[in-house]
């Protein structure tokens, strides 16, 4: 396990869901009113890439029967596949993975992307994006806009029959790394418990150059005003095939 990953949430996936309730699934239908944009279809396979939970590809299933979620975390992974059966989800890391197949969608939500801190893993990712396409694959990605960080999510609750817990997040931005760090500390009757995430920030024409690098070209971008997704930039790329 990556030691930076030390989020609670990702330590017990049956509460990720519980403080990111999904907005009447507001990231799916998005992707379901891009998709339909762009293609004029639901697209006839979708690897989801940092699935957690899987609750957005368990959406997106409903139209897309072809259709694999792969995370880096094995608690993840096992709470999808007891939550989702039937949905094909494996444990892989987005730096390195290759499937040995091509998807007509790519996605990746909820920041996941934001989880690489270096140019060179940046590139690794892109190249797992490019391993996976063929010409006119379109990929999706949520970022964090870096020009709207002031609106990402600072109030947490957790309010379940076993658990009641709340957080203020505290964002630190380290800008010579260009890595916005979370510190949240959980209040709750067995004590306080911290966690701490950091996610690199990448710019507009940085994204287009590591993008156009792997073969993508963006044709849209996408907000949404959610409370968790406010900060979001939904950036759609087109692969135009091997260069
Ligand atoms: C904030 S969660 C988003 C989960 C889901 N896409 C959503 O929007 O609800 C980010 C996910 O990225 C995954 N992740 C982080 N680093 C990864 C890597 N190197 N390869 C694959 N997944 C990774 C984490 O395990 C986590 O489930």
Redesign the pocket.
Known sequence: M?PE?SNLL?RHPEL?EVV?DGARHA?ARLAEAIFQAQLGRMPASLL??????G??LEYLTRHIPDATG????QP?IDFARRQRPGIDFRT????T?RLERTFEAIT?????LA??HTNRDIDSVMATYAAHSAPGTLLLL?LIDPLRTGKLPRDFHIDIPDLRADAIAEYTFHPAQQILQRERIWRRAKGPVRDSVKFRLLYPKELEYYLDNHGFEILTCHDLAEKHNAASAFVVARHRGRS
């Not at 792969?70 to 975390?73: G, L, N, R, S, T």
């Open positions: 990556d990953v990702y990720y990111y990231v989801d890439i940092g699935c957690g939970t609750r957005d792969v995370d880096y975390q993840m892989g890391d987005m730096r993975l990746s939500f909820g920041y996941t989880n690489v949520e």
